[in-house]
């Protein structure tokens, strides 16, 4: 349960963490499952339906930067972790008691070499009818300042939605010399693992590289309210109904007044954040490539 300072705090801020809200058994099979997924990848050699590789992957050292939302549909754990009742308890005090998964994938972030993710709001990717969408991040491992924590920058949910376009094409990502953002005010956010962060769908957030010799993954879920449409349509009604995870479905969409940029044309790198991400042409966060060329 969420106590009404911290029901507070996420409207004002956009942003809470959950301290050790999966532990035990649960953590250990999480990790477990996700350890045996990555180590399947030594059988692949590019990006596909379940893989996001890391540039610097090989069959030999196996590397992988996400595993995409396929998790959900060939795996069982994690179909039901994303419907377990001490997440839909915690949401329900905030997207209300119908609630949806829109998405959700396990971003890696490696020792040493983990991609960072570049300023963005998760808005600029799936718009819908009203903005009662947010994402949640459980941390399979014990995260601090050192192996890239997600970084939020606090209150930008009730701004603007920032441009997330580059050269005429969606690219996810904001250009940081052109939204007058102070980032040196980002709060980094952190806890042990089997805590979970809680971000809205319109703060802007990102992570830095993973310098530390120690891995940071995280394994995020996308839930909106029922009566939130996504404004790219419904391609499937049957697969969109069965994506509830609390109370029941609604053919009638709530539609709030919200700034909305839409997702087009398409990125030229079409795939995951990070694929979205090579056509930006401006980086905030240094690269594992750039690290490496300049020794």
């Known amino acids: 349960m969420l106590s009404e300072q911290q029901i507070e705090t996420y409207r004002r801020d956009g942003y809470l963490v959950i301290p050790r809200l999966i532990q035990g058994e649960q953590l250990g099979q999480l990790r477990a499952l996700t350890?045996?997924?990555?180590?399947?990848?030594?059988?692949?050699?590019?990006?596909?339906?379940?893989?996001?590789?890391?540039?610097?992957?090989?069959?030999?050292?196996?590397?992988?930067?996400?595993?995409?939302?396929?998790?959900?549909?060939?795996?069982?754990?994690?179909?039901?972790?994303?419907?377990?009742?001490?997440?839909?308890?915690?949401?329900a005090h905030l997207l209300g008691p119908a609630i949806r998964q829109h998405g959700g994938k396990l971003n890696m972030k490696s020792a040493s070499y983990g991609s960072p993710v570049e300023?963005?709001?998760?808005?600029?990717?799936?718009?819908?009818?009203?903005?009662?969408?947010?994402?949640?991040?459980?941390?399979?491992?014990?995260?601090?300042?050192?192996?890239?924590?997600?970084?939020?920058?606090?209150?930008?949910?009730?701004g603007p939605t920032f441009d997330h376009h580059a050269q005429g094409r969606f690219c996810?990502?904001?250009?940081?010399?052109?939204?007058?953002?102070?980032?040196?005010?980002?709060?980094?956010?952190?806890?042990?693992?089997?805590?979970?962060?809680?971000h809205h769908v319109r703060l802007v957030h990102g992570s830095a590289l993973n310098r530390s010799n120690r891995q940071r993954r995280l394994l995020l879920h996308e839930y909106t309210?029922?009566?939130?449409?996504?404004?790219?349509?419904?391609?499937?009604?049957?697969?969109?109904n069965g994506r509830m995870v609390l109370g029941e479905p609604?053919?009638?969409?709530?539609?709030?007044?919200?700034?909305?940029?839409?997702?087009?044309?398409?990125?030229?790198?079409?795939?995951?954040?990070?694929e979205n991400q090579r056509g930006t042409g401006r980086r905030f966060f240094e690269t594992y490539e750039e690290r490496v060329r300049a020794g």
């Open 225 to 240: 309210a029922a009566d939130a449409w996504p404004l790219m349509g419904v391609a499937n009604f049957e697969e969109f």
């Open 250 to 274: 609604t053919i009638e969409p709530r539609v709030v007044p919200a700034p909305v940029r839409m997702p087009l044309p398409a990125a030229d790198h079409q795939g995951s954040i990070y």
């Open 35 to 91: 350890d045996r997924i990555v180590d399947e990848a030594r059988g692949v050699a590019t990006n596909d339906e379940l893989y996001d590789l890391e540039p610097s992957h090989s069959a030999t050292l196996p590397r992988v930067r996400r595993l995409k939302p396929a998790i959900f549909k060939r795996y069982a754990f994690f179909h039901t972790l994303a419907r377990d009742p001490a997440i839909t308890s915690i949401l």
């Open 119 to 158: 300023w963005h709001q998760d808005w600029a990717f799936y718009p819908h009818t009203n903005d009662d969408v947010l994402a949640t991040g459980i941390y399979l491992d014990d995260c601090d300042i050192d192996n890239g924590p997600l970084m939020v920058l606090p209150g930008t949910h009730r």
């Open 172 to 198: 996810g990502a904001m250009n940081p010399a052109e939204c007058a953002l102070d980032f040196a005010k980002a709060v980094p956010l952190v806890g042990p693992a089997g805590s979970m962060t809680i």
